[in-house]
């Protein structure tokens, strides 16, 4: 009976140690190895948090336009950003373009 006892335990060691490198190589290749491993995972929802702040920021960016294309639709509106931003004029006017120096210059 003692026999037994020995034999069985040498077998459950033996199959202990062959499970255990068995999940050992299964890990190792679920992690490194595999084309769906944990680091292309990463690796991809890094780029996923790239993209969509980059969706947020181009949403704005059209919320932006959105409105000043709301605020455009008036002919003085028009005017006025045309000034503005082109240094348009009407005929017959000057313009004259003031630009402060700040005092680290």
Do not use: G
């Not at 077998?11 to 679920?30: A, D, G, H």
């Amino acid at each position: 009976m003692n026999k037994i006892f020995l034999k069985l335990k040498v077998l459950i060691k033996k199959s202990i140690f062959k499970y255990l490198i068995i999940s050992i190589s299964f890990l190792i290749w679920m992690t490194f190895l595999d084309t769906n491993s944990l680091l292309i995972h990463a690796e991809l929802n890094r780029e996923i948090k790239k993209l969509k702040k980059k969706r947020d920021a181009i949403s704005t960016e059209i919320l932006n336009d959105k409105s000043l294309i709301e605020k455009l639709e008036n002919i003085d509106s028009l005017e006025h950003y045309a000034r503005e931003e082109y240094n348009l004029k009407k005929e017959n006017e000057d313009i004259f373009i003031i630009e402060f120096q700040s005092e680290d210059d």
